[in-house]
């Protein structure tokens, strides 16, 4: 995206796919001082646990995962929000048989992602 001024709007189906991890797809999108990133998790995946600088908050939309974060897991649904302060170790796993979406925003903006 450009400079403080200019204004983007893009849709998530022309923005490149990524699979960081087997059954995990991500699409990402990077603001001036924030990052966004839609992931989608088949049945069965699993983001091992791991922890970057920025602070996370995650959206769950569609599906259930286990979120481990700091050692605790919390089952976390559609409707569900989670912030993670950055630095906290954290992962994830599917719950079910259904697709998982998720949006999540990292503060400040990330220059590599796990």
Same mark, same amino acid.
């Given at each position: 995206?450009?400079?403080?001024?200019?204004?983007?709007?893009?849709?998530?189906?022309?923005?490149?796919?990524?699979?960081?991890?087997?059954?995990?797809?991500?699409?990402?999108?990077?603001?001036?001082?924030?990052?966004?990133?839609? &992931?989608? &998790?088949?049945?069965?995946?699993?983001?091992?646990?791991?922890?970057?600088?920025?602070?996370? *908050?995650?959206?769950?939309?569609?599906?259930?995962?286990?979120?481990? *974060?700091?050692?605790?897991?919390?089952?976390?649904?559609?409707?569900?929000?989670?912030?993670?302060?950055?630095? *906290?170790?954290?992962?994830?796993?599917?719950?079910?048989?259904?697709?998982?979406?998720?949006?999540?925003?990292?503060?400040?903006?990330?220059?590599?992602?796990?």
């Amino acid at each position: 995206m450009g400079g403080a001024s200019s204004v983007s709007v893009v849709q998530w189906d022309v923005l490149p796919v990524e699979s960081p991890r087997p059954g995990i797809f991500r699409q990402t999108l990077h603001g001036d001082r924030q990052t966004v990133v839609r &992931y989608r &998790y088949a049945p069965g995946s699993v983001f091992p646990v791991h922890a970057h600088p920025e602070e996370q *908050v995650t959206m769950v939309l569609r599906g259930t995962l286990a979120l481990e *974060v700091a050692g605790e897991e919390s089952i976390c649904g559609p409707g569900t929000v989670v912030v993670i302060p950055g630095g *906290v170790p954290h992962g994830a796993r599917v719950v079910g048989e259904e697709e998982v979406e998720t949006l999540n925003t990292f503060v400040p903006r990330r220059t590599s992602a796990p």
